[in-house]
Structure formats: C-alpha cells, structure tokens
C-alpha cells in the first residue's frame, strides 16, 4: 500500500483527503509499486522562494517543487521524494486562469509527483508528454483545467 505524508505548513485550510486521491491516481496511472512513499508540503509563498533559491538558485517564487529521493539505501529505497506546493501562488494562478483552488492544486500535485517518476519538462517534446499525461490523470479524476 502506497505511504503518502501530506504536511499543511502554510494558513489555509485545504482538503487533504482530495490531495491524497490524486497522489494516488497519480502512482496508480504510472503503475508505481505500492511499497512507495510521497511526502507533499503545502506552503507559503515565502517557504517556497526560500526552498527555489536553495536547491535551485532561482530567486524567485514558483508554484510547485520537486525533490526525488529514494536509492538502494534500506531506508530511502521505497521513497519517491517530496513534493512542495506553495497554496498562495496556486490561488495566484487558479484566479488568472479562471479555475478552483482545488482544481490547481491537483494539477500542481500531479506535475510534482510525474517529476518524482522521471518526467521532466525541461524540453519541449518531454514537456509535452508530461502535459498530455497530466491530462490523462486529471480526466480520469473528473477535473478540468486549462494546461496550455
């Protein structure tokens, strides 16, 4: 059975057990095994800029961060990594593109779990496999949002 840790570090209430399904969802479509681990941290865009400059060296605030983990160590071999999503810059852009919150934050939680499975959007063609693959998921959930 998948192990999912979801850590609200920021202050707006968000449904936690609607991010769990789509964490789930998101292994589930890649067909992760299920002795795997996401751990996801819902925070302020302030937390999120500082973690962007840190591991990044981007001085800027960003929407969601991935950081895979795992290895052939006994205690990482299960863990996929961490996800980070700052929930001010989701409302930020669940506004501009006319969607829910809830809406943007599952898509933002797919983007970083299909980082922590290999998918990279650092070039065009990967990126559109990644968005055709968000997609795919968010479909299958029953939610709709604008991926252009």
Do not use: C
Not at 89 to 104: I, T
């Amino acid at each position: 059975m998948f192990k999912i840790q979801i850590r609200n570090l920021q202050r707006r209430q968000v449904n936690q057990r609607f991010l769990r399904k789509i964490i789930l969802q998101t292994l589930e479509s890649e067909s992760a095994s299920e002795d795997k681990e996401v751990s996801l941290a819902l925070v302020s865009n302030k937390e999120i800029s500082k973690l962007n400059e840190r591991f990044r060296g981007a001085r800027r605030i960003t929407d969601v961060l991935a950081f895979p983990l795992g290895g052939e160590f006994v205690s990482t071999k299960n863990l996929l990594g961490e996800v980070v999503i700052s929930v001010d810059k989701a409302e930020e852009q669940a506004g501009r593109e006319r969607h829910s919150l809830k809406n943007e934050l599952a898509l933002l939680t797919v983007h970083g779990v299909l980082h922590l499975l290999g998918y990279t959007d650092k070039e065009k063609e990967k990126k559109e496999v990644m968005r055709d693959k968000e997609g795919q998921i968010l479909h299958s959930l029953g939610i709709t949002v604008n991926l252009e």
